[in-house]
């Protein structure tokens, strides 16, 4: 049996006890100068800021890398692997504090690594509409996903390709995982709602805006840094 629309309810951008993701680029910016690109994300993926500045203005102002970064507390660097984001972090290392260094670099989060938990849910959740068919004299129709799911350099090449348009290399690439994070956590709210629709599965727990390692992760990341920022 199917739950109708209305009875679907899955938190869209607000995840309490998470702060959200933080992105860092480096790369030419819209003149060819050597830039960093900072970006603020929502739990979900949804921008609520970004940044980006050249690296000869840091050298000059280096107050002004810090106040941005402060800007990143309690939350989850997220990219491709882990080597860029902690790349990013030891050239700019000694311009920030240690505690908000060692918070930043302790809490990185990998596309792929999301994508695979997804993707072991959706296992379990098809497995259970197994058994309970096989346990039913009713015809069960099996478990259907609105989007399928991606692997990385299929998710990688379309983002590259929503944000060709920017005006600089270094935003395309923040704004491409930006894209990115956006559409894994639709790819677990379409999850969700696949699955709370089957009543029957509805004991295995109510929709979550995130799979559970991931929001662990990101509430993990709150309050990981001792110092506030100036």
Request: include cysteine; charge should be negative.
């Amino acid at each position: 049996m199917e739950a109708s629309e209305s009875e679907l309810s899955i938190p869209i951008d607000y995840v309490p006890g998470a702060r959200g993701h933080g992105v860092l680029a480096v790369g030419p910016d819209s003149g060819g100068d050597d830039a960093l690109a900072v970006w603020r994300l929502s739990p979900t993926g949804r921008a609520g800021g970004a940044w980006v500045v050249r690296f000869d203005e840091i050298e000059r102002d280096p107050e002004q890398l810090r106040r941005i970064m402060w800007m990143l507390q309690d939350r989850c660097l997220v990219d491709w692997d882990r080597q860029t984001p902690t790349g990013v972090l030891a050239r700019i290392a000694k311009l920030l504090p240690a505690e908000l260094l060692s918070a930043l670099g302790g809490n990185i989060l990998t596309i792929p690594e999301l994508l695979t938990e997804i993707e072991e849910h959706r296992s379990t959740y098809t497995a259970a509409v197994e058994r309970h068919r096989a346990g039913t004299k009713s015809k069960i129709a099996p478990l259907a996903w609105p989007t399928e799911m991606p692997d990385q350099q299929n998710l990688a090449a379309w983002a590259a390709r929503a944000q060709s348009t920017s005006a600089s290399p270094v935003a395309a690439t923040a704004l491409g995982l930006t894209a990115a994070v956006a559409s894994t956590a639709q790819l677990w709210q379409d999850t969700e709602q696949a699955r709370y629709r089957r009543i029957y599965l509805r004991s295995l727990g109510d929709p979550q805006p995130l799979p559970p390692q991931w929001l662990a992760r990101l509430r993990e990341a709150v309050g990981s840094t001792s110092l506030v920022s100036a």
